[in-house]
């Protein structure tokens, strides 16, 4: 079979691009000596011993399950709290609507680490802090105004004729957005929840300085992980490994709708 | 069962939509509203449906002011010149959501749903989704859903207009039967004036969101108040000749004499419009006294199976529309001829002076 100069670029392309994954998984599977040691391209010693230590070893999977729930939370206040704000920015023109449409937008233009100082000292003062909903809510900081951005994309879709059959054909308000209009943008509201779930389940800085113990994160732990035998590096690689799945889990689902996601659903 | 506006205005920002239309609707009535695009047809429907509120004006139904009661109390159905339907419900659901909102039994609901469907000819589909039907499906699909619940006001904006002609063709002469078994008043919104004397009843003509004229379709087709009035209700439309009439004779373009003579006797000197519609111009002379006009042919558009040529007279431009298909040199002269008897006179401010007479069919 002939390569040709954009198959050969092409190729080059993916190696480079899944070349760390590669290493990461390569890593996991070995013991410590090894990685340090020897420059071996697959395990010499093939071992589970490092995935076995995450899922036995609290201090690790409590930072899986602190994770997921506060990511679990943030994406479903994102996302009740942005279908209506979007419904309405998609069907009602009101006083100043395309500016406060924008200055949702704007929302995810300054860095996290501006708002960490409130962020901290506010919930320190009212109790919130180290706890799942300090983080899931100070993600919502940017994770709302998205949610806002990307369904308005998905409803400006949906003819506004739909509504207004439904009035009259006699359906109240929160049966035609249950029953008809919902079913209509499933996929938007698929790609929001992913983009929710993606953005929150990355985020370190914020998640790390408003946890100590309780409601650590993955991101927090793995980086605290330096034991008095020096850097697990095999352990940090399963954990590496293990955070990558949920995504991986959650891309498959919305695959197809990912481009018009990015495209803040203006397709 | 009666429904009215009264002096109803519609204004969005700076645009006029719609200037003091009063009209009148009686039950069991079909009426037609023909306008060309941006007459405020669709405005005018969305006020009377309840969907927007008047700006000023009233709306009244047997004799109770609902001007600004929201829609779902009143007892409307719409269809719209989109095909809209709700996706994700099957075809029975679709036609059965208005009769199952209002709490209908089950088993007479079913009935329903299949009567209609039945009268729409899409029994068939009822299983499937609306996206797994054609476009005329989908439509009679939407007509059916208007048509179950047996609404007082019925409200057609432009429904045929996406489908293909053959399609349009079927549909409309199906929806003039169900039209005329129904109590309920039924608008039509169109811009085409054949499907309007085709639909027949009631006609509503519109320009510019003001009311032009209204009354019997083929009444007002005859004794168009205006050549505004004439020029929307014409395909092409209505063709104008500049006229002075002087010592007896029309002086047609102000160049060709006339005698006045049938409807024409006895015309008062002074400046005219001469209107006669493309179907009456003809290239081959029909009968002794039709008059002869030379013109430039400018453009000749085959539609179908009749041509229409457009030609320059004297500066004015003509459309002819002629049977079969006929290919005429650009910018060659050609003779057209015309019956006097078919001119429709206007002021040469608008108003109709004098319409042909009408001739026993």
Known sequence: ?267 | MAFSLSNVDKIVGKETYLKNVSLTFESGSQNVILGRTLAGKTTLLRIMAGLDKPTKGKLMENGADVTGVSVRKRSVAMVYQQFVNYPSLSVYANIASPLRLAGMAKAEVDRRVRETAAMLHIEPLLNRLPAELSGGQQQRTAIARALVKDAQLLLLDEPLVNLDYKLREELRVELQQIFKARDSIVVYTTTEPTEALMLGGNIVVMHEGRVLQSGPTAEVYHNPASISVAAVFSDPPINRIETRVKGGFAELGRILSVPLDGHLTGLPEGDYIFGVRSNHLFLNRQHERDIKITAKVELAEINGSETFIHVIYNGAPLVVQEEGIHQRKLGSEIDIYVRARKFYIFDAKGPLVRAPRIEAA
């Open chain 1, 1 to 267: 079979m002939r390569i040709n100069l954009r198959q050969a670029a092409l190729l080059a392309y993916l190696f480079f691009l899944l070349l760390p994954i590669y290493w990461l998984v390569n890593m996991s599977f070995k013991e410590t000596d090894e990685i340090l040691g020897v420059f071996s391209l697959l395990p010499e010693h093939f071992t589970w011993a490092n995935y076995k230590m995450i899922f036995t070893d609290p201090s690790w999977y409590t930072g899986y399950i602190n994770s997921i729930k506060y990511v679990a939370m943030n994406t479903v206040i994102s996302l009740s709290v942005a279908l209506p704000a979007a419904y309405g920015f998609s069907r009602f023109s009101f006083m100043g609507d395309k500016h406060m449409f924008f200055w949702l937008l704007t929302n995810r233009m300054s860095p996290p680490a501006v708002f960490l100082l409130p962020f901290f000292q506010f919930y320190q003062t009212v109790g919130l802090f180290d706890t799942h909903i300090a983080v899931a809510l100070a993600h919502c900081l940017f994770n709302v105004p998205l949610a806002v951005w990307i369904l308005e994309g998905f409803m400006s879709g949906v003819p506004r004729e739909i509504d207004e059959t439904a009035f009259i054909d006699g359906y109240s308000f929160p049966r035609f957005f249950f029953t008809i209009f919902i079913p209509l943008i499933r996929a938007g509201i698929g790609v929001t929840a992913f983009f929710c779930f993606m953005f929150s389940w990355v985020e370190l800085l914020l998640a790390r300085t408003l946890t100590t113990v309780n409601a650590k994160p993955i991101a927090a732990v793995m980086t605290r992980t330096i034991s008095a035998a020096g850097m697990d590096w095999g352990g940090l690689a399963a954990a590496g490994v293990l955070t990558m799945v949920p995504g991986v889990i959650v891309i498959w689902f919305v695959r197809n709708y990912m481009a018009k996601g990015f495209a803040l659903g203006r397709v």
